[in-house]
């Protein structure tokens, strides 16, 4: 059982000198393999994403500027789910601004000042930022801070920040893969996968060969829906998910390790709110001890297999815990 790995996110406390891992440019059949594997939105791509900001060369300045048209998708994919469950037919002045973000098209558009200040006026509005908060991890964790500062992504010549290129949100289709060399001699393949329901057919294509799985699961999402089912909250999707993965006979040489997501989040929302025991109603803990919450969750998911597993909670926007969590992965595959 690993330790929980919390702590606050600072880019300045990275020493990449003292970090193991650098990129590498080849592969081979002697690569240990580690899949990320999990349901969408869950921070298997922000890990890896993560990862490479963390080494030395890890993305070029031309890689990093197309982060900006992912950030401008970002914040007007956001706005337009928001809208369709906020009610504007009451207020005629909005009519007009609702049209056209509704018809922007979300890539390859004109990220103009008008639009910026068209889609900052709608989430003015209070009912947007209510409704906000029933879209889940998958674009609400970071974009209301790229929306509050949309006017610098007007400039086509902006270079995202490390930060601002953690934060962006890319779904992930089929799969990709990063290759990293451990302590300059141990050659490390991470496979990152699409999460979505339609992509996890693909998912067995990778799984011969494989040494680990971290399995990701954001705690922050544990009452919300998913995106493709209303009908279906996310956390029984994942514990379906999981036990699925888990048992297949493909991965039975496979080490799994269970890695909780958004903790700092799921935290806020424990201390703030009552969502928790809303939605667990069985639980008899205590309703504002995130640990004691969390513990709850971790439970359901060891009594849903026989099979042995390690876990841990992590911030994936902290570099430090993911250091932590690549380090410890590494170690299970020398």
């Given at each position: 059982?690993?330790?929980?790995?919390?702590?606050?996110?600072?880019?300045?406390?990275i020493v990449?000198d003292?970090?193991?891992?650098?990129?590498?440019?080849?592969e081979?059949?002697?690569?240990?393999?580690i899949?990320l594997?999990?349901?969408?939105?869950?921070?298997?791509?922000t890990?890896?994403?993560?990862?490479?900001?963390?080494?030395?060369?890890?993305?070029?300045?031309?890689?990093?500027?197309?982060?900006?048209?992912?950030?401008?998708?970002?914040?007007?994919?956001?706005t337009?789910?928001v809208?369709?469950?906020?009610?504007?037919?009451?207020?005629?002045?909005?009519q007009?601004i609702?049209?056209?973000?509704?018809?922007?098209?979300?890539?390859?558009t004109?990220?103009s000042?008008?639009?910026?200040?068209?889609?900052?006026?709608?989430?003015?509005?209070?009912?947007?930022k209510q409704?906000?908060?029933?879209?889940?991890t998958?674009?609400?964790?970071?974009?209301?801070?790229?929306?509050?500062r949309?006017?610098?992504?007007?400039?086509?010549?902006?270079?995202?920040?490390d930060?601002?290129?953690?934060q962006a949100?890319?779904?992930?289709?089929?799969?990709?893969?990063?290759?990293?060399?451990?302590?300059?001699?141990l050659s490390?393949?991470?496979?990152?996968?699409?999460g979505?329901?339609?992509e996890?057919?693909k998912?067995k294509?990778?799984?011969?060969?494989?040494?680990l799985v971290?399995?990701?699961?954001?705690?922050?999402?544990?009452?919300?829906?998913?995106?493709?089912?209303?009908?279906?909250?996310?956390?029984?999707?994942?514990?379906a998910?999981?036990?699925?993965?888990?048992?297949?006979?493909?991965?039975?040489?496979?080490?799994?390790h269970?890695v909780?997501?958004h903790?700092?989040?799921?935290?806020?929302?424990?201390l703030?709110?009552?969502d928790?025991?809303k939605?667990?109603?069985?639980?008899?803990?205590?309703?504002?001890?995130?640990?004691?919450?969390?513990?709850?969750i971790?439970?359901i998911?060891?009594?849903?297999?026989?099979?042995?597993?390690i876990?841990?909670?992590?911030n994936?926007?902290?570099?430090?815990?993911?250091?932590?969590?690549?380090?410890?992965?590494?170690?299970?595959?020398?």
């Amino acid at each position: 059982m690993h330790e929980n790995l919390i702590s606050d996110f600072n880019m300045d406390e990275i020493v990449e000198d003292d970090f193991p891992f650098v990129i590498s440019a080849s592969e081979s059949e002697s690569d240990k393999h580690i899949l990320l594997l999990g349901p969408s939105g869950s921070g298997k791509t922000t890990f890896l994403r993560q990862l490479r900001l963390n080494v030395k060369g890890g993305f070029s300045r031309q890689e990093k500027s197309i982060f900006l048209d992912i950030i401008r998708e970002n914040i007007i994919s956001f706005t337009q789910q928001v809208m369709q469950k906020v009610d504007f037919s009451k207020n005629r002045q909005l009519q007009s601004i609702v049209s056209q973000v509704m018809e922007t098209e979300a890539l390859n558009t004109d990220f103009s000042h008008k639009l910026v200040s068209d889609i900052q006026y709608l989430w003015s509005n209070p009912d947007m930022k209510q409704k906000s908060k029933s879209i889940g991890t998958d674009l609400f964790t970071n974009t209301p801070a790229f929306i509050t500062r949309a006017s610098i992504y007007t400039d086509c010549e902006y270079i995202p920040s490390d930060i601002e290129i953690a934060q962006a949100r890319i779904r992930t289709t089929g799969y990709n893969h990063s290759c990293f060399k451990y302590e300059s001699s141990l050659s490390i393949r991470f496979f990152d996968v699409g999460g979505a329901r339609s992509e996890r057919f693909k998912w067995k294509s990778i799984y011969p060969n494989a040494k680990l799985v971290l399995f990701f699961f954001s705690l922050y999402d544990f009452d919300h829906v998913m995106f493709e089912d209303e009908n279906t909250t996310r956390i029984d999707d994942a514990k379906a998910l999981f036990v699925e993965t888990i048992n297949d006979e493909s991965l039975s040489g496979c080490d799994f390790h269970l890695v909780f997501t958004h903790y700092d989040r799921f935290e806020q929302r424990i201390l703030f709110s009552d969502d928790f025991t809303k939605f667990f109603t069985n639980y008899t803990g205590n309703p504002k001890d995130p640990k004691e919450c969390f513990s709850h969750i971790m439970n359901i998911f060891a009594s849903i297999t026989t099979k042995g597993f390690i876990f841990s909670t992590t911030n994936l926007l902290d570099a430090m815990d993911v250091q932590d969590l690549a380090t410890k992965a590494a170690e299970m595959v020398k």
